[in-house]
């Protein structure tokens, strides 16, 4: 155990202490979050205005020839773009198998209706061919990354996996908020979690927490609640903390993490080095519902 990053240790101490309180008795959401709170996702958002610029073949950033060839991407099928939206003069380095499911109009879209304080938690944003959708965020402290496996064509997969890393990194200290006391303390508080899949782990249910909040911003209201109120501790702490700061739209970008280095995107299958890297998920989503195709 001597030689194990920080971060494994730090998972390794919080686990014993968390999944005591996993699963929780009640779901607030049977079918999950999709079915509720999609629709008004596509009603309630735009993307800012972005230009999108496609990387000449042969390079890509290090973090996406790490995750294309893991994902099976052959090599040389990299694409590579740089997204830039009218609310951030630095570009999101944004990178396709190009057998992806989601198109990079998809992808700039998708990522675009989130606030511009939250998009900044996230480094590289990545998508890959896969069956259905699943997704995982890449989040230790040299990481910050999203990958899409599949046709996640929902804003909910969106703000789930942003959630890993504004879980992450929204504190600046490299501290998971989702095993810190003050939200540990908040779920236990509640009688409910927002989903079954919140029931799995502490940060799955704050990623899922962090899709309900982030409708709460925008109607103001929470919908369609089998129990209503039976999860506002979690709200309530996670809002507190972050509202302000990452959920709420409106300004411009102040902190970003730099892009990884470029190198050539060609890779041995198989052969990827991906130590180092901490992986949330996949996260598997059902049920979902709505999906612009753009
Ligand atoms: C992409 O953005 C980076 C960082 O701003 C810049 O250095 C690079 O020249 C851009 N590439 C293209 C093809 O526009
Ligand atoms: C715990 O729940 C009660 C109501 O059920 C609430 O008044 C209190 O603020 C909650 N405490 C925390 C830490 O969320
Ligand atoms: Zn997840």
Known sequence: MLNLPNTLIALLAAAGSVYAQLPRPLINYPLGLSPVFDEGFFAGTVAPAATIVQWAPGKAPQACVNELAWNNCL????????????????????????????????????????????????????????????????T???????????????????????????????????????????????????????DDYGNTAPWEEFAQMTVVSQSHTIYGYIQQQQYPGCFNSQLNALETTFKTSHLTYGGTCHTRIPATPTVNAVWKRGRIDRRGGKRVGPCKFDHLVGGHKH
């Open 75 to 138: 090599s040389g099928r990299a694409v590579v773009y740089n997204v830039t939206y009218a609310d951030c003069p630095t570009p999101w380095i944004m990178c396709r198998c190009d057998n992806a499911d989601l198109s990079i109009y998809q992808m700039t879209n998708f990522f675009g209706r989130m606030p511009v304080h939250l998009r900044s938690t996230v480094r590289h944003v990545i998508a890959t061919h896969g069956e259905g959708c699943s997704a995982y965020a890449i």
């Open 140 to 194: 230790g402290p040299d990481d910050g990354d999203i990958v899409m496996q599949g046709n996640c064509n929902t804003q909910s997969v969106w703000l789930h996996e942003t959630g890993h890393q504004l879980d992450a990194r929204g504190l600046g200290t490299g501290v998971g908020f989702s095993t810190s006391p003050t939200f540990i303390n908040a779920l236990w508080n509640d009688t409910c979690v927002a």
